[in-house]
Antibody
Framework: QVQLQESGPRLVKPSETLALTCTVS??????????WSWIRQSPVKGLEWIGH???????KFNPSLKSRVTISVDTSQNQFSLRLTSVTAADTAVYYC?????????????WGRGILVTVSS | EIVLTQSPATLSLSPGERATLSCGAS??????LAWYQQKPGQAPRLLIY???NRATGIPARFSGSGSGTDFTLTISSLEPEDFAVYYC?????????FGGGTKVEVK
């Protein structure tokens, strides 16, 4: 079955850029239909859908984060990535990469284990 | 954005009992609702999609119902592994949003 694994720095300084990568195994980011997505979870905001990239390269972002977010895909490495600029303490959260599957109502049917990213100087 | 309100915040029950969890939407979302289960230290797991369809491998004791603004997740007879936090999530309008969760704890 599909497996996802987040990687990246766990500590980011305020005003800097958070950059995470999700490596997908037993599945292809370039296969049709799926939305490769990022979701974060914090005690304050709960679960928050950040955005997704479709296999065509089309992206869609949460309006609350749109000005600071980029999601890209590297088909050669079977990875997709998240960049969030100008971070503050409010961006401290567990970040999950997930597969949103339109065959199950575009719900997130596969999740990575999550990575805790702390924003602090 | 669409706000989802879950109730109760905490449900204290014993194994074998029936659990009924509610999720209310701030506007009608048809049946575009999913339910997830999350255990401590783990990622959420998809249980139900489109209000009433069980995801692959989900036991039949989990069922979902509702449409419009009112939804219910029912666990017919709680097993020890069912004590966890449950979240609803809508996909009717972008961005997808989640409820605040209901914790099902051992009484």
């Amino acid at each position: 079955q599909v497996q996802l694994q987040e990687s990246g720095p766990r500590l980011v300084k305020p005003s800097e850029t958070l950059a995470l990568t999700c490596t997908v195994s037993s599945g292809s980011v370039s296969s049709g239909s799926y939305y490769w997505s990022w979701i974060r979870q914090s005690p304050v905001k709960g679960l928050e859908w950040i955005g997704h990239i479709y296999y065509t390269g089309d992206t869609k972002f949460n309006p609350s984060l749109k000005s600071r977010v980029t999601i890209s895909v590297d088909t050669s490495q079977n990875q997709f990535s998240l960049r969030l600029t100008s971070v503050t303490a409010a961006d401290t959260a567990v970040y999950y990469c997930v597969r949103a599957n339109p065959f199950v109502g575009t719900a997130a049917d596969y999740w990575g284990r999550g990575i805790l990213v702390t924003v602090s100087s | 954005e669409i706000v989802l309100t879950q109730s109760p915040a905490t449900l204290s029950l014993s194994p074998g009992e029936r659990a009924t969890l509610s999720c209310g939407a701030s506007q009608a979302i048809n049946t575009y609702l999913a339910w997830y289960q999350q255990k401590p230290g783990q990622a959420p797991r998809l249980l139900i999609y489109d209000a009433s369809n069980r995801a692959t491998g989900i036991p039949a004791r989990f069922s979902g119902s509702g449409s419009g603004t009112d939804f219910t997740l029912t666990i017919s007879s709680l097993e020890p592994e069912d004590f966890a936090v449950y979240y609803c999530q809508q996909r009717s309008r972008w961005p997808p949003t989640f409820g605040g969760g209901t914790k099902v704890e051992v009484k």
